[in-house]
């Protein structure tokens, strides 16, 4: 007898999430933060409530076999749900089992099983959600609601004897502290990118002439390395704060985060400026046409017409920049610019991954949350637009 398999995409994350919740380690226990630790497998947890995990496994299972017509993918997304929130569950309750049975310096972490499938969950909501609705806000909707019994378990600390969350304790300021600096560089470098981008883009949407030239200047920009790029700031800004004191005094140096925003609105131009002449000539020339028929001037028909009917390719340019800022923020560690980096590199150093997690995580987790603002704004202008 030959099962037919209607759902390949889902069959295939369900085989690498089965090899890897079996066949890796789901759990590390240490007896300190910088001492390896002994591998817990997930058969050596399931007994008891921890059985449960097998459940939304197996309806998965059952799932691949169906086809992903729009109430399967429904619950799919509902399954692979349950299943990242059984998952942190019974990794939170083995840490706290763990943590009573050892001593205070005793560190439990998820291992690479634990890891994977946490991301195959996702993966596999994210896909199913992807065949409920064509639309980016409702699929952005479905996606909080995937996430929500997890955060509501991670905020109800279920999982404060987890490595990673001791960390966070224990350096809760210096979290604080770099999450203010990572938006600070954000806002700090969109701001003058729009402000340079924007004219950048609008002169070379009219002037073919000065076209070609603006844009392999910023496609030279574009492909020096980001270390390299900051390197060569530090000799420059640090003679003009010497030569200009009042510019030390507002925070102009050659390290710090001077150096790190002047970098990044150069690296942020090239997408800007594209998108920017991309959105204008995306505008039909019947549309240009018509607006010059019935007396609009060239300044009216750009933000009449032109503007509004180029804002989600612009948008679009935008959320790109600020993800690839959100990014690149973390390498301008090393010249002092702080953010997440500064974390990320002290674990680095000290040879502590739960360190490193601790920033690199909050960096993914903003550039999720980036990027799904403005698919918002985009999709809300579409429909908008309809």
Not at 283 to 310: D, Y
Not at 335 to 341: E, L, R, V
Request: hydrophobic fraction near 60%; proline fraction near 5%; charged fraction near 10%.
């Amino acid at each position: 007898m030959i099962i037919a398999v209607k759902n390949r995409v889902l069959l295939t994350l369900l085989i690498l999430l089965l090899l890897a919740a079996f066949g890796l380690p789901f759990l590390s226990y240490a007896p300190n933060r910088l001492l390896s630790g002994k591998s817990i497998s997930l058969i050596s947890l399931l007994h008891g409530p921890a059985l449960w995990l097998l459940v939304p496994m197996l309806v998965l299972a059952v799932l691949s076999l169906l086809a992903p017509v729009r109430r399967n993918a429904l619950l799919t997304a509902l399954t692979a749900s349950v299943l990242l929130a059984l998952t942190f569950w019974l990794s939170g309750h083995a840490a706290q089992q763990l943590a009573s049975e050892g001593s205070r310096l005793a560190r439990t972490s998820w291992g690479s099983g634990c890891w994977l499938i946490l991301a195959l969950s996702l993966l596999m909501a994210a896909d199913a959600l992807t065949r409920v609705t064509a639309s980016h806000l409702w699929r952005i909707l479905g996606n909080l609601l995937v996430v929500l019994p997890a955060l509501v378990l991670l905020f109800s600390h279920q999982l404060d004897q987890l490595s990673l969350l001791k960390e966070y304790y224990n350096r809760q300021d210096v979290f604080d502290a770099a999450l203010l600096q990572h938006l600070t560089i954000l806002l700090a470098t969109l701001v003058p990118a729009l402000v340079i981008g924007i004219p950048l883009g609008v002169l070379c949407f009219r002037s073919e002439r000065l076209q070609t030239p603006i844009f392999s200047t910023l496609n030279i920009i574009q492909t020096v390395p980001s270390i390299a790029l900051f390197g060569l700031l530090i000799a420059p800004l640090a003679g003009l704060a010497k030569a200009l004191p009042w510019l030390a005094e507002h925070g102009v140096s050659g390290i710090g985060m001077a150096p790190a925003i002047v970098a990044l609105v150069l690296y942020a131009l090239l997408p800007l400026v594209r998108s920017v002449v991309a959105g204008l000539q995306s505008v039909p020339a019947s549309v240009i046409e018509s607006a010059s028929g019935m007396g609009l001037t060239r300044g009216q028909i750009f933000l009449r017409v032109q503007l509004p009917l180029a804002l989600p390719l612009f948008l679009t340019g935008v959320r790109i920049l600020a993800v690839q800022t959100v990014g690149m923020a973390v390498v301008a560690a090393l010249i002092g610019a702080g953010g997440f980096g500064a974390i990320v590199f002290q674990g680095l150093l000290s040879s502590a991954l739960d360190l490193v997690l601790l920033g690199v995580i909050p960096v993914i987790v903003m550039a999720v949350i980036v990027d799904s603002l403005f698919k918002f704004l985009v999709s809300i202008l579409e429909v908008s637009r309809r």
